[in-house]
Each structure stands twice: as structure tokens, then as C-alpha cells.
């Protein structure tokens, strides 16, 4: 088999969500995830059959220099997203690494995503993601 056909057959076969064109693992239940060893950023999600055209709501985006020792229950923010999510049953999660960028550009890319879908759990900082737009073009 040729290799491009063993990459399309790869690409098609390769189940994820995209938030703003990067690819996310497929969304796994919380309690039952693996994270991978990388650094990256991650999406934790609730069931939400109104979103399209994937079943769940973004309810917070995060970045990690390492997804095993930061996503966890024992997040600063895992009771925002439980309530949220209306329950720990109804959390899930979805991974994108990124091991070859640095903490500072896994932030900038962070920031568009909140800005871009403005996430419960990431609003209730107080902290308009409209505020970061200016140096999301700045870095473009």
C-alpha cells in the first residue's frame, strides 16, 4: 500500500473533536480518561444535545505542561465544573498535545479558545476573554 493511502485510511478512521481547526482526542468520560503524556491543552465538556455538530457543551479550556499531573479531580476548578456540568457523571474530557510548543504559546492558544467560545468555568474568572483579543491579533 502506498503511504498516502495508508494516511487517509489512518485520517479517516481517527475519531476526535476540533475546537478552532486543532484536533482534540475524542471526548472520554472524566473518570475513565486517559491523559496522554504530553503538554498541551484540554477541554472539559458536558453533554449537550442542542451542540452541533457534536453532543457537548465546552464548559472550560486549560493548558498543562503535563495533562496527567494537572487534569485530574484534584483541580483547582473541578467543583465549577462539576456543578456546571450537573454532575461528575457528566463530565468528559478532550486532549489536544502539543509537545513541541512552549507554556507561554500553549497559553496564547488557551486564550483564543476561550475567546472563541467563551466557556462557563473560564468566565466565572471575572475575566473577559474580549480581553485578550488584542494580543491574539497581535501574535498573528
Known amino acids: ?54 453532543p457537548f457543551r465546552t464548559i472550560y479550556f486549560g493548558e498543562s505542561g503535563n495533562f496527567s499531573q494537572h487534569v ?3 483541580h483547582e476548578r473541578f ?24 507554556e507561554e504559546q500553549r497559553r496564547w492558544v488557551e486564550y483564543d479558545l476561550i475567546a472563541r467560545y467563551r466557556p462557563a468555568c473560564n468566565l466565572q474568572d471575572n475575566l473577559d476573554p474580549f480581553f485578550y483579543q488584542p494580543l491574539l491579533s497581535a501574535a498573528k
Open 79 to 102: 467543583n465549577d465544573w462539576r456543578a456546571e456540568a450537573g454532575g461528575a457523571a457528566n463530565l468528559y474530557v478532550a486532549f489536544c498535545p502539543t509537545p513541541l510548543l512552549k
Open 72 to 74: 485530574t479531580g484534584h
Open 1 to 54: 500500500m502506498k503511504v498516502s493511502g495508508w494516511v487517509n485510511r489512518f485520517e479517516s478512521s481517527t475519531a476526535g473533536i476540533a475546537f478552532s481547526n486543532r484536533a482534540f482526542t475524542e471526548p472520554a468520560p472524566f473518570s475513565l480518561a486517559l491523559p496522554p503524556v504530553s503538554s498541551g491543552i484540554y477541554a472539559i465538556l458536558a453533554p449537550d444535545d442542542s451542540c452541533r455538530p457534536r
